[in-house]
């Protein structure tokens, strides 16, 4: 199905980017992943090492670095069919003490990043694109500490249906996937009781994220619009009142 579709996937160098860059890798599309980190992005493409999945150095909370992504996947692909905005950085500090720094900085690489990676991308998208961005389910339920976190994701939600209204005059559908908790790095060392307290009965992994994404993406679902699926296992649906 995405065999003749560019992807664009951000923060794709580790972590659910990397999970999402499979899938779509999987499923035949050409590959661009756009991380900031240069030594994890190298290896990722080393990985695949074939002309349809290329890294390219990006920091999406710099402006200048995504036009050069976008001009770069242009000269070597000649279209983009896909972004996924899923780079992102979880920073929890103390309340009182947060810096302005700190607050800008999640900001930027979050919030700011999606704004300017779909602007330069929506320039070019054809008709039929398709955009996704990824939230959190901090953006609906909050631990103390997180503000500036919760707020980067919940803006996000935000910002998917205002692109979604903007965008649709070219045909671009935005939508945004709310994941609950990821576990990227030792899935096997979890504790029963880390699985057990999911209405689903597991912790999620990036291949949930990653199928989320090719579900958004498919133009047989293009009735989907401007929305949030969030993919939690039950989380934000579950009661935690104590007995
Ligand atoms: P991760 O830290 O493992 O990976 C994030 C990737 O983004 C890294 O490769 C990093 O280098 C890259 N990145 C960070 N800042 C960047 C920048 N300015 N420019 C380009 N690349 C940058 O994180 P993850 O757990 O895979 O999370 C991916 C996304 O999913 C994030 O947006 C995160 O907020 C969201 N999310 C994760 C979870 C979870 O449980 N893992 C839950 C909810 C939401």
Redesign the pocket.
Known sequence: MYSDKTVII????????AGIAHAFYEAGAKVVI????AE?GKQAEKKYDCERVSFFE????NEQSVIALVTYVMEKFGRVDILIN?????SFSNFYEMTVEEWDRVLN??LK?VFLCSREVAKVMEEGGAIVN?????AFMSEPNSEA?AAS?GGIIALTHALAATLSEKKVRVNCI???????NNYEELRESDHLQHFSKRV?K?SD?ARGCLYLCDPNNDFINGTNITIDGGMTKKMIYEE
Do not use: F, L, M, Q
Request: no cysteine; net charge neutral.
């Open positions: 951000t923060g794709g160098a580790r972590g659910i980017g756009a991380d900031y980190h994890n990006t920091d999406v909370s899923n780079a992102g950085i979880s690489t979050n990043g990824i939230s959190s389910t901090r976190y994701k709310s994941p609950g908790w990821i576990e990227t999620g990036s994220i």
